[in-house]
């Protein structure tokens, strides 16, 4: 998955990444495993700040 990939190369954890984010460790357990599937954009947002890329870059790298 690439949250969890881009997660790990920066050597952070689930936790880490969570509270950079603002979101709940389970949620973020559940977008790296792919029950969830549907992020909004502010979600998605989040996720690309926190790991420090862009939004664009963040949907490019997912094929999007």
Do not use: C, H, P, W
Request: hydrophobic share 40%; proline share 0%; charged share 25%.
């Amino acid at each position: 998955d690439l949250i969890r990939e881009l997660r790990t190369q920066q050597n952070l954890t689930q936790a880490d990444r969570a509270k950079n984010a603002g979101i709940q460790r389970t949620y973020l357990n559940d977008i790296e495993v792919q029950r969830r599937t549907n992020l909004t954009l502010t979600t998605a947002a989040k996720l690309a700040d926190g790991l420090g890329i862009k939004l664009s870059k963040l949907f490019a790298r997912a094929g999007m």
